[in-house]
């Protein structure tokens, strides 16, 4: 009989599916953990981007450009990493 907690579509599932899902889920995890890790570095950036703003001569701001970096590193894997825990298929 087919495990009643398991959503619908997942409760007949060979086991060749199962490990895809896991791997999946474990990717999206990964994602996750990244994203957490880059939103530390960019809160820790902040505390020099206001000075680099406030100082720096032209478009010389290299903490400015490392925190927008993080940001955007930040937004990519938490996205992704949702995306691929939700369920959604890999692209291989």
Do not use: K
Request: include cysteine; charge should be positive.
């Amino acid at each position: 009989m087919a495990n009643m907690s398991l959503p619908p579509e997942e409760r007949n599932l060979t086991p060749d599916q199962v490990e895809a899902l896991d791997m999946r889920r474990r990717r999206g995890s990964m994602l996750l953990t990244l994203a957490g890790m880059f939103t530390i570095i960019a809160v820790l950036l902040t505390c020099w981007v206001g000075q680099d703003l406030q100082y720096a001569p032209g478009f010389s701001r290299p903490m400015t450009y490392y925190f927008l970096v993080a940001c955007g590193i930040v937004v990519a894997a938490l996205i992704s990493g949702l995306y691929l825990r939700r369920g959604a298929p890999e692209i291989h």
